[in-house]
């Protein structure tokens, strides 16, 4: 006899997969030409903090490794999107910055992906969506 909870954490990981699989797809046709989702995901985090923040500080914020996270900024570095310099205290370390042309870049592809966001939501409709945030919150913050 199956278990009723393993079927629902099978269920609910498996939504969860899908729908992250088909958003990535959804992204990435509608993302500036050369523009990746991990890109733009760096790009955006650093124009919403508005700070600098150490390859280490960017690996652990998107839960990727340092090898990972080096070759997604040597990309951006490559295309002026992110400015990297040393760290005035700490010469060992680099420190990571928007550049203007990241803005900017930034802001196309936030132009270029509202519309099918916008479009989703509207579908889902926008108390639906609200609603279910702090659940998936909820459950990102269990499973850091």
């Known amino acids: 006899m199956t278990d009723p909870s393993n079927s629902l954490a099978i269920a609910l990981f498996s939504e969860i997969l899908t729908a992250d699989q088909l958003v990535r797809n959804r992204l990435s046709k509608v993302m500036p030409k050369g523009m990746e989702i991990s890109h733009f995901s760096v790009l955006?985090?650093?124009?919403?903090?508005?700070?600098?923040?150490?390859?280490?500080?960017?690996?652990?914020?998107?839960?990727?490794?340092?090898?990972?996270?080096?070759?997604?900024?040597s990309k951006l570095e490559w295309a002026g999107y992110v400015h990297i310099r040393p760290d005035w205290d700490d010469a060992r370390r680099k420190m990571?910055?928007?550049?203007?042309?990241?803005?900017?870049?930034?802001?196309?592809?936030?132009?270029?992906?509202?519309?099918m966001v916008e479009e989703l939501i509207g579908e889902l409709g926008a108390e639906r969506v609200r609603a279910v945030l702090p659940i998936l919150r909820e459950l990102r913050g269990k499973l850091e």
Do not use: W, Y
């Open 44 to 73: 955006n985090h650093l124009a919403h903090i508005g700070q600098e923040r150490s390859p280490a500080q960017l690996a652990l914020t998107f839960h990727v490794t340092r090898g990972a996270m080096t070759n997604t900024l």
């Open 96 to 115: 990571v910055g928007i550049s203007k042309a990241g803005t900017l870049a930034r802001d196309a592809a936030l132009e270029a992906v509202s519309p």
